[in-house]
């Protein structure tokens, strides 16, 4: 954890240090991409299996996304066509464990949007 006196790191895409944490950012944010990462995390799923485990995503989308995250090194097409997590991928997923057990901490529930 950062001190008081440890010097905030630099902000904005401008700044090449920030690179790989943006794109990070810019990848998981968008949708479904970390619900993917969870699934697989103790699993090797094959397509069907989990699209069903992921609800209300459709298959297409499914797919983009999982092309994406393949490219991205995290997920590796298995020959008998299952999906499983990389070495980055398990890293990854270790590290939004800390994310789940702040979640449970602090029981976040989705709200109602305020009327304008």
Same mark, same amino acid.
């Given at each position: 954890?950062?001190?008081?006196n440890d010097?905030?790191?630099?902000? +904005?895409? %401008?700044?090449?240090?920030?690179a790989?944490?943006?794109?990070?950012?810019?990848?998981?944010?968008q949708?479904?991409?970390?619900?993917i990462? &969870?699934?697989?995390?103790? %699993?090797r799923? @094959?397509?069907?299996?989990?699209r069903?485990r992921? +609800?209300?995503?459709?298959?297409?989308?499914?797919? !983009?996304?999982l092309?994406?995250?393949?490219?991205? @090194?995290l997920?590796?097409?298995?020959? %008998?066509?299952?999906y499983?997590?990389?070495?980055?991928?398990?890293e990854l997923?270790?590290?939004?464990?800390? !994310? &789940?057990? &702040?979640s449970r901490? &602090?029981?976040?529930?989705?709200?109602?949007?305020?009327? %304008?």
């Open positions: 954890m950062r001190s008081a010097p905030k790191p630099p902000r +904005g895409r %401008d700044d090449p240090a920030n790989p944490l943006l794109a990070t950012m810019d990848l998981l944010g949708r479904w991409m970390l619900r990462l &969870w699934e697989l995390e103790p %699993d799923l @094959g397509f069907l299996e989990l069903r992921m +609800g209300n995503c459709s298959s297409s989308m499914l797919s !983009v996304r092309q994406h995250l393949q490219s991205a @090194g997920i590796a097409k298995n020959p %008998d066509k299952s499983e997590l990389t070495t980055a991928g398990i997923g270790a590290a939004l464990h800390s !994310v &789940w057990d &702040w901490r &602090w029981r976040i529930t989705p709200t109602a949007p305020e009327a %304008d």
